[in-house]
């Protein structure tokens, strides 16, 4: 079993509804991450956090809501998808310290 | 402010020739830094960190990268290129418990 698992893999949404992206992880890591991939702009962060009650905005968070339901599982949830929102999303999990990041296998999203 | 600028979107090289992929950073305090690969349909995987000590970092599948503090720079290296290599890489800095990724460079191994 992979150590992040991000669910759904594939999904093509309508302009306006609201759809969540989950991701959990097996790794016992306390921090947990939501990136964004879209060609030649590299990952953005769009939410991280740091503990269950820690939630914090990344650079690109608006039209994004995230939930920490257990250390395990980090939700990403956007409430109006617009078109601009397609794009690679994933997940990360990472040990405090000078660590480096474990990431799922990304949720290809698509709005029409 | 930090950031990360892989000059490069494209660098295209013979198997068995070395490769490099160019990484430059911009952070106010130590830098912390990594490099990932992406494979097609995949998530980021990690190759190698530089934290502190040895400028010259290895890491996994005969990777090596240089840490080069006066020229606030940070290039992957491998000897010999493999048509196995060929994918997506990123230079990212880690500052505070979050990354800056660079944009990528594609690198792409003809037989």
């Known amino acids: 079993d992979a150590d992040v698992t991000q669910t759904p893999r594939n999904r093509i949404t309508k302009t306006g509804k609201r759809i969540m992206l989950e991701c959990s992880q097996t790794k016992g890591h306390d921090r947990m991450y939501w990136y964004r991939q879209d060609p030649g702009l590299g990952l953005r962060l769009i939410y991280y956090s740091f503990d269950v009650k820690d939630i914090n905005k990344g650079e690109i968070s608006d039209g994004y809501s995230v939930s920490r339901q257990a250390q395990a599982k980090f939700s990403l949830s956007l409430e109006s998808a617009i078109p601009n929102q397609t794009a690679l999303y994933f997940c990360a999990t990472r040990d405090r310290g000078l660590t480096e990041a474990f990431f799922g296998q990304g949720t290809r999203l698509t709005v029409v | 402010a930090q950031s990360v600028a892989q000059p490069e979107d494209q660098v295209n090289v013979a198997e068995g020739n070395p490769l490099t992929v160019k990484c430059t950073y911009s952070?106010?305090?130590?830098?912390?830094l990594f490099w990932y690969v992406q494979y097609p349909n995949r998530g980021l995987q990690f190759l190698l960190k530089?934290?502190?000590?040895?400028?010259l970092v290895k890491g996994s599948y005969g990777f090596e990268a240089e840490f080069n503090k006066s020229q606030t720079s940070f290039h992957l290296k491998k000897p010999s290129a493999l048509v196995s290599d060929s994918a997506l890489y990123f230079c990212?800095?880690?500052?505070?418990?979050?990354?800056?990724f660079g944009d990528g460079t594609t690198l792409t191994v003809k037989p």
């Open positions: 990212a800095l880690t500052n505070a418990g979050k990354s800056t």
């Open positions: 952070v106010s305090g130590n830098p912390y």
């Open positions: 530089y934290i502190t000590g040895d400028n």
